[in-house]
């Protein structure tokens, strides 16, 4: 099978680990030490993990978070969860297929003992958030357990290779995700008093205000005093023809597989969403150096930063606004994607389709904050506080000071002398948290220096990096908050320390001091090494990727502690402080295909995991089903192993379109475990597979 691993990256390093041997189907596979199996599936080219019960339809990941059912495979005899289990030499993993029975589970006779624990607080969800609240109780010698079901402490931060944004004294602008997650886990090893938990899943809380935690595989009951739920956010679907099919799925999976496991999953990317996820996954998409075909985003313009949007486009990605899916086709995996443009009420508008060959499709549409534990915590009337995403959805900047506020308010329930909350720290969170201002037209130029940074970020965000390195002082912002644009007000000596700190790529140095006529632009890049070298001729774009001609490399430096190139391009005068980037890709304009738009909407999956249609649903609400429990009774939506996670808001938002108010609606009832759990847990029985059982026997 044709490996699709990375092995080379502008900013992340593979790290060396053994191989694995296992069989998918019959097949020999090979995977890495510690590999998930979704991902070795992905490396060794398989996307089709399962095979729908009701219709026989192929399935693969959607989530790779561990809260939906649709990456299941059979590996050695047991149901699992691909995107959560570890590969082990041998395993034998296959398609999961339908109702098709199992091979027998034998269980240990002998009951294990369930330990209990008692900590002052539990802090659920090792982020941004909970790892900047377990640091604040942890310098007051609170005792603290902090839990995550990661491997990895940092949540979505170890995705993140690009740089941060906000405040460089405050929340590590200018330093990107990946370390920001290394820096907060770091940290804690300053607290003693602070224990951190990976591989721990939460399963419930229960009403006698015992936590259930699964770490591997003993089950620990934890009596906290307060309990603090910092589980983030979980990503929205989206209902259309086709989104089932094998290659449809999250940005967050795709990121885990790219960046995480430094697997290429995909040749060909659409995305849908013009949000900061969608932007920023398709920059990281070609860090991995995977063709994005285009960007949609419905509204009439992105609502991720313009930086964010400007980088992809620079590059030559085409963005279309006002624009919305209308299917995704493929016979067993998925083979292209149609759009349309959409009126003022965002209804496609026939004659608009265009159709792009695709091998996967990114739903980037928003996030739905994970605070199942908050609630029930409030319900069995324990002392409960929430932070991050999980209250409410924001940057990672903004989620390490509500992680902070947040510990206070732990702090003062337990009693603890503490001094006051800064009141900068809610001014700073509230400014963290605003969405982009306006977007100002770049300023004409003031000055006469013989070199000078052009600052192309013009949209008011939430950021300073630049102010704060520069050795002269000489970047100022034009305000005082940190959401204003910043400005070169005095001498620059070009030694690129704004250009390779800006975490928008935003900032180009021009330099006039070796040829006055002719002078030379140093524009950061980080797509790959080895793409351009010094003689070789690119074609420069400005700040919103228009085409600025042709420019002869002068040459490139490396700058590894960055993990940042800077291409120093001979420029023509009249373009030398327009030029913001290098085009790497020409756009695709996609294809002219007359499409019914109304085809198969009613066939539209809702519910993945019972597969039930958005047709059957549409005519329960019309024959007047108001609560979703019925709703459930009746077509099994939200009945599957994900627990209605992922088409709860689909549901709801069927009933607004179907002109129902969704307070007229009744909502699901909660289960009272977030996730699948094999029952012998919780008795401590240990429970081993149909392989280790004959192995046990073997010595007799």
């Known amino acids: ?376 915590a409030r319900e069995a009337g324990m002392e409960s506080f929430v932070c991050g995403d999980a209250e409410e959805i924001a940057e990672a900047s903004a989620a390490m000071f509500s992680g902070k506020i947040t510990a206070h308010k732990v702090l003062k329930s337990l009693g603890v002398m503490a001094a006051p909350v800064p009141e900068f720290w809610f001014e700073r969170l509230e400014v963290l948290k605003s969405r982009p201002g306006i977007t100002k037209e770049p300023a004409a130029k003031d000055h006469d220096k013989p070199v000078y940074p052009v600052l192309h970020c013009r949209q008011e965000i939430p950021c300073n990096p630049c102010v704060t390195v520069c050795p002269k002082k000489s970047i100022r912002l034009s305000g005082e908050s940190i959401m204003n644009t910043p400005k070169f007000t005095g001498d620059c000596i070009g030694c690129f320390k704004c250009l390779l700190i800006c975490p928008g790529l935003a900032i180009t140095i021009v330099d006039y001091r070796k040829d006055r006529a002719n002078p030379t632009v140093a524009i950061p890049f980080e797509i790959g090494r080895g793409l351009v070298k010094k003689g070789d001729k690119v074609r420069l774009t400005g700040w919103e990727g228009k085409d600025l001609g042709e420019a002869e490399v002068a040459d490139v430096k490396d700058f590894k502690a960055e993990n940042t190139l800077i291409v120093v391009v001979k420029a023509k005068p009249e373009v030398a402080d327009l030029a913001a980037s290098l085009r790497l890709f020409e756009p695709e304009a996609g294809a002219k295909t007359p499409a019914e738009l109304a085809k198969a909407e009613d066939e539209t999956i809702i519910c993945r995991c019972e597969r039930v249609s958005l047709g059957e649903i549409r005519r329960q609400i019309r024959a007047g089903v108001r609560d979703l429990n019925q709703l459930k009774a009746v077509t099994r939506a939200g009945m599957g192993a994900c627990g209605s996670k992922t088409c709860s808001v689909m549901l709801l938002n069927i009933f607004r379109s179907e002109g129902v108010d969704p307070k007229e609606v009744t909502a699901f009832t909660r289960r009272p475990l977030f996730v699948e759990a094999p029952l012998g847990v919780f008795s401590g029985v240990k429970c081993r597979t149909e392989q280790e059982e004959k192995a046990s026997w073997s010595g007799f």
């Not at 047991?78 to 098709?100: D, I």
């Not at 990503?235 to 023809?241: D, H, I, T, W």
Request: net charge positive.
């Open 1 to 376: 099978m044709e490996t699709q691993r990375i092995t080379e990256h502008p900013v992340l390093q593979p790290e060396a680990r053994g191989a694995v041997k296992f069989t998918f189907d019959g097949k020999e596979c090979s995977a890495l030490e510690g590999e998930m199996i979704s991902s070795a599936l992905f490396a060794n080219g398989i996307k089709i993990f399962s095979r729908h019960k009701k219709d026989d339809g192929p399935q693969g990941i959607f989530c790779a978070n561990g809260q939906c059912a649709q990456c299941s495979v059979i590996a050695d005899g047991l149901a699992v969860k691909s995107c959560v289990t570890p590969v082990r030499e041998g395993m034998r993993v296959e398609t999961l297929r339908g109702t098709a029975r199992l091979p027998r589970t034998a269980c240990a006779v002998e009951f294990g003992r369930v330990e209990e624990l008692d900590v002052d607080a539990l802090i659920i969800g090792g982020g941004p958030s909970g790892l900047a609240a377990a640091a604040e109780l942890g310098k007051l010698n609170v005792n603290t357990l902090i839990i995550d079901d990661k491997a990895k402490f940092g949540g979505k931060l170890v995705l993140q290779t690009h740089k941060f944004f906000g405040s460089v004294e405050d929340c590590y602008a200018g330093t990107r995700g990946i370390d920001i997650a290394d820096r907060l886990e770091e940290q804690l090893k300053e607290y003693p008093s602070v224990k951190a938990w990976n591989n721990a899943v939460c399963l419930a809380i229960f009403s006698d205000k015992k936590v259930g935690v699964l770490r591997g595989d003993r089950y620990y009951l934890i009596r906290p005093k307060a309990v603090v739920s910092a589980t983030g956010a979980r990503e929205k679907s989206l209902a259309f023809p086709g989104n089932t099919l094998p290659g449809v799925y999250g940005a967050g999976a795709f990121q885990t597989l790219v960046n995480r496991d430094l697997v290429r999953p995909a040749k060909r990317l659409f995305i849908v969403g013009g949000g900061n996820v969608g932007l920023i996954a398709g920059y990281h998409a070609l860090q991995a150096g995977i063709s994005v075909v285009g960007l949609i985003e419905a509204l009439p313009k992105c609502g991720g930063y313009k930086v964010h949007e400007d980088k992809v486009r620079r590059l030559g990605v085409p963005v279309y606004t006002r624009h919305t899916i209308v299917r995704a086709d493929g016979k067993e995996q998925l083979e292209s994607v149609t759009v349309a443009e959409v009126d003022e009420k965002f209804r496609p508008k026939p004659g608009t389709e265009k159709t792009f060959k695709a091998d996967t499709l990114l739903i980037a549409v928003g996030l739905s904050s994970v605070d199942e534990f908050h609630a029930q």
